[in-house]
């Protein structure tokens, strides 16, 4: 199963995380599939940058996102407070998939 989560960087103490779309068996900080955002908890108010259309996209083809990550996607608009995406994000979603399937 693929899940959007997040991957720990930064420093001892200082975290800074990546959005990744990666494979449910792989480790934390392992191999992924593709960078979809980034959050820094440090900054005051903490920094969330989502590229909605490919989170968007992922969610469209059956992603699941963790716990942690559907809160991002609802914070930022992405998702809904149910956990669905958004109208205008779904439509972006389908629009990417065709193009891929489509070359």
């Not at 992922?58 to 809904?80: F, I, M, N, Y």
């Amino acid at each position: 199963m693929v899940r959007i989560r997040l991957r720990r960087m930064g420093a001892k103490k200082k975290p800074f995380y990546r959005i990744v779309v990666a494979d449910q068996r792989s480790p934390r900080d392992g191999r992924f599939i593709e960078n979809i955002g980034t959050y820094d908890p440090m900054t005051d108010p903490p920094t969330v940058e989502i590229k909605s259309e490919r989170a968007g996209h992922w969610l469209s083809v059956g992603a699941q996102p963790s716990e942690a990550v559907a809160r991002l996607l609802k914070k930022t608009g992405v998702t809904d407070e149910q956990g669905n995406l958004n109208p205008v994000d779904v439509e972006a979603a389908v629009s990417d998939a065709g193009e891929t399937e489509a070359a």
